[in-house]
């Protein structure tokens, strides 16, 4: 979503140990030329009105380029590729979005376009944060592509593309590798920390759980190297390897730019033929080098990495509570549905609208259309919101309508399909699971001071008598088994904090994190420019105890837990009025339901973080022992790479897991996570960290909501009267580790996924992608 900048030595990049080896120029025979544009749906305009650009100008524009250059006597060509989203909106055009159709003429020009290789495509539909996925949409999403492909006749495409999203998680590796694709392109956007992986070269990417192996390509600082009029990759910064004779160069245009002319083809291609003066350049999509140069990795010397990258712009997520909360819901029942709902024509159509909320485009470009940087304090902000200027409105409009899509999705399925009906009915019960409890209304008893301790079947608690927040916690296993007290008074669970920050706090984006972090755009989109006018505190605050009610027969229990914030927080910050929390231990299931819910949250401009945290005594835990469940798959906070992902990881509804220390350790504590999609492992922060490893002996925080991200993420919530109040959802299991059976003690009440019904393994290493490391 920036321009491509080229900076210099402002990180340690820390991919220095790496044995990389780089193609000599005067061993290529073949460069393939990439040219494209970065797709953002959304951000330079509404959805809508890009979307309309790409179909009626940037297509013929690309299709009349090309045709001017082969009447040239030359050898430059146009190959532009584009992305399959796109594609498909275009060839099956859904008039609900808003947007103007093709014409039957435009289709007929576009189909001859593909059919000659003017125009082609990657193997994912759009620069997408994978994290925020689950299983079955990653596979759709790649679906999606084949199906174009075979539509045209064409080989599926084995090369995902990703623009400015820093980097994915691993646990995508083997669902990417199951569908097809073998090769990832990375251009990190240029304010962004790049992982510290091996920079402009190809290198092995190996989850070693699954056996899966990815040829992965980063490149730092921007959507590809270059700059001004020229933007194509310097030689050092095309795709070589050592005794391989193709190279790969990307000349990528800007935000939503569209194809280049027919001078800029030009000058590219005079460029690109001079760094390599004796190879032959070729106008190509990705596959067109990879294909060839998947034949040639086992006889190359790739590096090889098997940490976790991660996507560092996860925290943009949670500035979206409501959305995130009822997509996640809708990606529950379709994994309810199985592979008899996701293999229906219907669901393939309505996975196209799914699959745009987590496109990395949430609204347009704040610095740009909102452009606000006086009104911060909240009075000043309320009044903008009361006398709503255009600038208020259209940046509102951009994130009402990226929300639509949900809507599109359901609406896309065929009527009277059983699914739709759960999905409507699921999605209208929200108003009702998010109001504020009335714990009289639904027969509760409020309990005495000092009565703090509840028993079930399955589980005896405490609640805290000052936060309401667990402060004892223990399973009751079957027989003589004695699991862990996993909660005290010092070390509680489920404790909900609020922070607030100050301009300073964003010093560790600028100096640890940013690329370019002197670049005024950068400070724009990344910070909160200006808000210390209104004197924001650098402050947190624990919730506290107001009042405890509660009903059961000894056999089952429910309570509702009453706290607040300092008023100050809620007045002067993003604060809710009340929040409650209510635990339940039901019949039939050893869960212990723990759901959070805000009450009358108040929007605010001023930087803010909502959280829920779980860090049990690090000594009765193993800190090494925890993991983060990431599109089904166990990933180890620790195991990541430097400027990678430290602090903010996208989970699915397995939410996390911790094993017990000493006499204890076959005893482990899942926490699973059913409307928040984001923690944040060690000290809870909402601000991307490269550079420190977390402290794991502080737990595991879930991030309910922040607003730290600019760019084109939500810049305050609520911002629709609904989510004024809103609930979460946890739920608490333990596991014997040692009896595979112990799952059958755990009801289903959310319709969680099983991982090992989703998970694919990828067999590369006998495929014929093998690393001579």
Known sequence: MRPVIWCVGLLVLAAGHLAVLAGRPDQLRTVHLVYANHLDVGFTATDDVVINKYFHEYYPKAIAVAEELKKRTGPERLVYTTHSFLVSLFLDCPRCIGVTCPTDDEVTAFKQAVAEGVITWHAMPFNAQLEFYDAPLVEAAVQLTHDLDALFGLPPKVTMSQRDVPGTTRAALPLLYGQGVRAISVGVNAASAPPAVPHDQAFIWRDEASQTDMLAMFHPGGYSGGVGDTPVDGPNNCIQADGFDHALCCAWRGDNAGPPDVDEVLR???????????????????????????EAVPQLRLPIITQEIGDSWIYGVPSDAGKTSEYRDILRQIRAAGSAFTNDAGYKNASRFLLKVGEHTWGTDSKWVLADWVNWDNPSF??????????????????LRQRKWLDWALDALEEGAPLKHAMLAARDAVRDRNKAPNPEALGFHRMADGDDTLSSHAWDIRIHPE??????????????????????????????????????DYQVIFRDYSYCPAEEWAQLDF???????????????????????????GEVFEVLVRSRLPDWMVTDAGAPEEVWTHIQSPKNDASLLYDVIWVNKTATRLPEALWVKFAPDPALVNASSWAMYKLGRPILPANVVRNGSYSQHGVTDEGVTVTAAGAQSWEKLQIKSFDAAVVSPGEATPF?????????????????????????????????PEDRDMRFRFALQVHDVRDAGHQALFGDKYAVQNPAQTMQTGQSRSSGLVAVS
């Open 467 to 504: 936060t309401g927040a667990l402060a004892g916690l223990r399973f009751r296993w079957p027989g003589s088994r004695e699991g862990a007290d996993w909660a005290s008074k010092d070390h509680p669970l489920g404790q909900v904090v609020y922070n607030t920050y100050t301009e300073g």
């Open 527 to 553: 910070g909160k420019h200006n808000c210390n006018v209104a004197h924001p505190r650098h402050a947190a605050a624990t919730a506290s105890l107001t009042e405890v009610w509660h009903k059961g027969d």
């Open 268 to 294: 590219v291609w005079a460029k690109v033929q001079g760094n390599f003066p004796g190879a032959q350049v070729l106008a190509s999509g990705f596959d067109d080098f990879m294909t060839p140069f998947l």
């Open 382 to 399: 309320h009044r903008q919101l009361q006398q709503m200027g255009p600038n208020y409105a259209t940046t509102i409009q951009s994130w």
């Open 688 to 720: 991307p960290n490269p550079l420190h490893p977390p402290d794991m002996t502080k737990g595991m925080s879930f991030n309910l909501a922040n607003n730290i991200w600019g760019t084109n993420y939500i810049m305050w919530q609520p911002y629709r």
